[in-house]
């Protein structure tokens, strides 16, 4: 496989994987909708959420 082939492939999952989001927390889910992320433990996982997506965006 080409260099440029990966690359793409690489690019493609890369939008893909932004696209996807899992939740399992629908009280964290409507809390960020609404921009109230008081909680402290909603706070977390914003935290988490923030780190796990910059680290996407490295690759």
């Not at 690489?10 to 996807?20: D, P, R, T, V």
């Not at 629908?26 to 909603?42: P, R, S, T, W, Y």
């Amino acid at each position: 496989m080409e260099t440029s082939e990966m690359k793409k492939l690489l690019e493609e999952a890369q939008k893909q994987l932004k696209s996807i989001v899992i939740v399992e927390d629908k009280e964290f889910l409507l809390a960020l909708i609404n921009g109230n992320i008081e909680k402290k433990e909603h706070k977390q996982k914003h935290d988490r959420m923030l780190e796990l997506m910059k680290k996407i965006e490295k690759l």
